[in-house]
């Protein structure tokens, strides 16, 4: 019952934007017919919990289940299972239902070809920002704090790629869509990335990284200063700009940028950046208000 009442709640949900939208009555059918074959087939895959290691008919089982696989793959999805060293379909907890996960398949050429060896640095730089040491000094440094464990469904997303996932999203600026599409993981995974390797370099690298000079060191900042713009008494060189944001829900007037809205003819809004490098152009603070 429960899979025709969502049949049944998708068909009028199609119906409905079908009647908004003016979809002409053979795309409605085709979209129609699409879907129902994706639930007969997701109906038929269920009847696959009920094979077991230990089942006599082990030969005919396997044989069913390519067959499926296959139907499966002509939709465009990859049913992995969980297997053990012998190939046999692992189990939960030994005598629980079988454990399997719908992933669909994407391509990741993209970032292959820049998780390559073979990637010429400036072609690296070109696309990060950023050369292949300095990435791979960020990917250590933040290791213990982005790193997961595989699990029986599915391999981890790799520290490299979740750090150039969130790398590659600050670095250009692509909306997740085209994130995605690159690195051959979800929309939904990619802004989880994002969120979670910039929560790891807050808390890692910047108490490590970006500290105020001391009296020793300031001394020494003075003096290269000097050395560069012949003026004494410089411990850095500070500049303030605008990041545009989506506008907030709370003290929207707060941030309201009126030069940006006059520049681009559509309401921005901004947060205030400043930042301090020493003679060297190494940030030694950030204030954002």
């Avoid at 053990?84 to 379909?89: A, K, R, V």
């Avoid at 990060?128 to 990917?139: A, S």
């Avoid at 000097?226 to 989506?246: A, E, F, Y």
Wanted: charged residues 20%; contains cysteine.
């Amino acid at each position: 019952m429960g899979l025709v009442s969502f049949t049944i709640s998708h068909v009028l949900l199609v119906n409905q934007v079908s009647n908004i939208r003016h979809f002409s009555c053979s795309v409605h059918i085709c979209c129609l017919r699409h879907f129902v074959k994706h639930l007969l087939l997701i109906k038929e895959l269920d009847g696959m919990k009920e094979i077991t290691p230990n089942n006599t008919n082990i030969t005919n089982s396997s044989k069913l289940m390519q067959q499926r696989k296959r139907k499966a793959d002509a939709l465009g999805y990859d049913l992995n299972l969980a297997t053990s060293s012998g190939g046999e379909t692992a189990e939960k907890g030994g005598d629980g239902p079988q454990r399997r996960l719908w992933v669909k398949d994407r391509s990741k050429d993209w970032w292959d070809k820049y998780n390559s060896a073979d990637c010429p640095d400036d072609e690296f730089r070109k696309a990060f920002q950023m050369g292949k040491q300095t990435f791979d000094t960020i990917c250590d440094e933040l290791n213990a704090s982005v790193a997961k464990e595989n699990t029986m469904l599915r391999d981890a997303v790799p520290v490299k790629q979740r750090v150039a996932v969130c790398i590659y999203r600050l670095a250009t600026g692509e909306s997740l869509r085209l994130v995605s599409k690159k690195f051959g993981l979800g929309i939904s995974t990619c802004h989880k990335l994002v969120l979670e390797v910039c929560s790891a370099i807050k808390d890692v690298l910047m108490p490590k990284y970006l500290q105020w000079p001391n009296h020793e060191s300031m001394s020494v900042i003075s003096d290269e200063f000097q050395t560069l713009s012949g003026i004494p008494n410089v411990v850095g060189s500070m500049h303030t700009t605008h990041i545009p944001i989506i506008a907030p829900k709370v003290n929207v007037a707060a941030y309201f940028n009126k030069r940006l809205t006059d520049k681009k003819q559509k309401t921005c809004y901004s947060v205030t950046i400043q930042g301090v490098v020493n003679a060297n152009g190494v940030f030694t603070d950030v204030l954002g208000c």
